[in-house]
């Protein structure tokens, strides 16, 4: 450059050197090499060294031996063959990403990683993963060069979760594909997105319900976190999660959620997030669904949210291949009924945002209605549902808590539930009504079954065999017998009531009729009132005198009980012999 230049040798030569990777550290260590002075080559520097060198074209026609050659023999021999120089090779390339690119540094060290984590550590002379003390190929513990014995505790499966964590959104994205192509299981690189994300977005732990393993410290790596953009993190770990199912990994779709809605990503990973989760909406637990509402509307949950998740469900596909690693719990519970499962959660997240007083009713419809009626065997949850709105919204009108009723078959509700139902007072009397009606038809069925089991028993008898699916209802029946037999004992017991409140009456009468007569007999003689202040008597009124008991102003009536009319009678006894 100097050569070429026009200057004249009485000028100072000045010369700008446009995207020098490295800066002048970096210049200043080639410009220590050129003149024969001691350069020391680190994985640390190496990626810049090697950059350096090219850009300066410092190849073997200027000189045997020059710093491109040194560099690049140096980063084949030494870096590419252990782990740990490997990683911190791979974090130097982002400051010279473009010209890591062309030397196809990026490469080789994704491929040098991806081919280490499938292979047994054991079998290399690098250390596989520094957790602040060295740690030999076999997982023993160092100190000071001496084999201790002593294993690390961790898992086999997640040593180099922590060590790649510390890579930039773009290099660990590329890694992770890279490992996927390579046939690494889904269920470790799942598990090393996961770690990845905890770090970088720390409000993820809140709905997690506990961390998977032991916090670790590269102390060794000396590595410092990088500063990233949660949202950029969060709209890039998105893409790489497979389709899979588990318990765990849909406890981690529900917060990656939330995190998303708090952060305002895009629309496209929001909806991503949502059909995630409604792939696998049978796994989610009820907590997880309870997602507050981030923006200005006046719900405190955001219902939209769950509503759109439902019909992803509704909308997703019938099979989806499940894995259950034992280290991050994410197997899926076998279950041929998921619709059931999601009816359930629905009716008890229903139950759970009902006590919200800003929550508008057709919020509640539209989440009802989310599902078919064929997902509901009985709809005890949904009618709990309502209950409990209709007690947080006391100014609601008979018609919208009839319009809202009308989600419910009544044909389905438990006997408890039609029992509570039949005498709350929240609900409309028509709805009452219906569940009368209903409560009915069943006891009718019940006693039809009741006598059709008696007509089989009379028959020859032999062995008897029961589907199944019948057993919830012959067990349902049985409770609507014992009901009817309940009922029959209470109504003989009313006949018993009513003949003996007849006998108690017809004895009033004959006793009223004689102290009529015996009234009429002495009237001539002395008035009773005189004779008993002459003897020293107190006297009682007479019954004409006294105010009419029950019996007499109300009739002759079947509701009288037992316990009324024998102190009535006992009284009348009195009255008629005080004054003799």
């Known amino acids: 450059m100097y050569e070429e230049s026009k200057s004249t040798r009485d000028k100072i030569f000045t010369a700008l050197l446009e995207e020098f990777p490295g800066g002048p550290d970096t210049f200043l260590i080639a410009a220590k090499f050129c003149y024969g002075m001691r350069v020391e080559l680190t994985p640390r520097n190496i990626v810049m060294i090697y950059c350096t060198a090219d850009y300066l074209e410092m190849t073997d026609e200027y000189g045997e031996g020059n710093l491109l050659s040194k560099s690049e023999s140096f980063f084949h021999k030494n870096i590419l063959h252990n782990w740990k120089d490997c990683i911190l090779a791979l974090q130097s390339c982002e400051t010279v990403i473009q010209r890591a690119e062309k030397l196809h540094i990026v490469n080789k060290c994704v491929n040098a990683l991806s081919v280490m984590v499938c292979t047994d550590p054991s079998l290399f002379g690098w250390p596989m993963m520094m957790y602040g003390s060295l740690q030999s190929p076999g997982g023993s513990i160092l100190w000071n060069g001496i084999n201790t014995g002593a294993r690390i505790r961790s898992s086999e499966s997640d040593w180099w979760f922590e060590d790649i964590s510390y890579l930039s959104v773009s290099l660990f994205e590329r890694l992770i594909k890279t490992m996927e192509t390579r046939g690494i299981r889904p269920e470790n690189l799942v598990g090393a997105v996961m770690h990845y994300t905890r770090k970088y977005l720390p409000g993820l732990g809140r709905w997690q319900g506990g961390q998977h393993g032991i916090p670790r410290t590269v102390t060794s790596f000396s590595l410092t976190p990088i500063a990233l953009d949660q949202r950029v993190v969060l709209e890039s770990v998105e893409k790489l999660l497979p389709r899979k199912k588990g318990k765990s990994f849909c406890r981690f779709l529900l917060g990656l959620l939330r995190v998303a809605l708090i952060l305002g990503v895009s629309e496209s990973c929001k909806d991503a997030l949502e059909r995630r989760i409604g792939r696998q909406l049978e796994l989610a637990t009820l907590d997880g669904l309870l997602i507050p509402t981030y923006s200005d509307a006046d ?55 009902a006590s919200d007083v800003t929550l508008k009713p057709v919020k509640i419809r539209s989440l009802a209605e989310a599902l078919p009626e064929s997902s509901r065997t009985l709809f005890d949850g949904l009618y709990r549902s309502l209950d409990i709105y209709f007690k947080a919204h006391p100014w609601l009108s008979d018609k919208e808590k009839e319009e809202l009723c009308s989600i419910i078959d009544f044909s389905k509700l438990s006997i408890d539930a039609c029992a509570h139902a039949s005498q709350n007072e929240r609900l409309p009397l028509r709805v009452v009504l ?68 007849g006998e108690l009456e017809e004895e009033f009468s004959k006793i009223k009729q004689e102290m009529k007569k ?57 009255k008629s012999f005080s004054l003799f």
């Open 518 to 574: 015996v009234n009429k007999s002495h009237s001539s003689l002395s008035s009773p009132r005189v004779v008993a202040r002459r003897i020293g008597c107190s006297l009682l009124s007479r019954p004409s005198d006294a105010k009419p008991d029950t019996i007499e102003s109300t009739g002759p009536s079947p509701r009288i009980s037992v316990e009324q009319a024998r102190p009535s009678l006992r009284s009348r006894h009195n």
């Open 434 to 501: 219906q569940v009368l009606f209903f409560e009915q038809m069943h006891l009718r069925t019940a006693l039809a079954g009741c006598l059709h089991g008696l007509e089989t028993e009379s028959g020859p008898a032999g062995p008897v065999t029961v589907p199944g699916d019948m057993a919830g209802q012959i067990i349902q029946r049985d409770g609507w017998v014992t009901m009817v037999r309940e009922n029959r004992v209470l109504k003989v017991d009313m006949e018993k009531m009513r003949s003996r409140v």
């Open 299 to 353: 719900a405190l949950y955001d219902t939209d949210c769950v509503e759109r998740i439902i019909h992803h469900f509704m909308l997703s596909e019938s099979k989806v291949t499940p894995f259950s690693p034992s280290s991050f719990d994410m197997e899926t519970s076998p279950s041929s009924r998921p619709l059931q499962k999601v009816a359930k959660l629905v009716d008890n997240y229903i139950a759970e945002v």
